[in-house]
């Protein structure tokens, strides 16, 4: 049952009244090896950004919150990025964010996750203050240890997930 779970604070800046609804029970779509998301909305130099963190790998996107009503496509254009920088073919990477078109949004309830997401808006305001391009930031945190995952880094875990699908697969690193 994959789905985008989203803080309230999210939910209400792209634009709905009240709670996000209660975890809709979906198969996960056929095709993806990501499943659910969950995202939390934070402000840094009164600019909003998205801060997304997938429940199978812990990889972590960072991505402009406005303008809501590209939100998707946005969210779509960070994953295909961080894939491809982490050495996933541009197609299977473009064939994962594809699936964030159908996914339902529902409600973060899951404690952990929301704990590792103000973790991480922490850890990207430090980047944020010293790095302006996105795609670099959310790189950087791909690379911080999260406790009791295995593996704990987000890169080796897309590794392990994607490695199958290409054989050793080689990170570039973006300078």
Same mark, same amino acid.
């Given at each position: 049952m994959a789905c985008i779970m989203c803080t309230q604070k999210l939910w209400r800046a792209l634009g709905n009244p009240g709670q996000p609804p209660v975890q809709a029970v979906t198969p996960l779509?056929?095709?993806t090896l990501l499943g659910s998301w969950g995202l939390k909305l934070f402000h840094y130099n009164r600019k909003g950004f998205v801060l997304a963190l997938?429940?199978?790998t812990y990889l972590t996107l960072v991505f402009p919150a406005a303008p809501r009503a590209a939100f998707r496509e946005r969210f779509a254009e960070a994953l295909t !990025? !961080? @894939? +491809?920088? @982490?050495? +996933?073919a541009e197609g299977t990477a473009q064939q994962e964010a594809m699936v964030l078109d159908f996914l339902p949004v529902a409600r973060l309830t899951n404690r952990r996750l929301t704990g590792s997401l103000n973790d991480l808006e922490f850890l990207a305001f430090c980047e944020l203050?010293?790095?302006?391009? @996105?795609r670099k +930031?959310? @790189?950087?945190l791909n690379e911080v240890p999260h406790v009791k995952r295995d593996p704990s880094c987000p890169i080796d875990a897309v590794v392990r997930l994607f490695g199958s699908l290409k054989g050793q697969m080689s990170f570039t690193r973006i300078h």
């Open positions: 779509p056929t095709g997938n429940e199978r !990025a !961080a @894939l +491809v920088d @982490l050495g +996933v203050d010293y790095i302006s391009d @996105l +930031v959310q @790189l950087n």
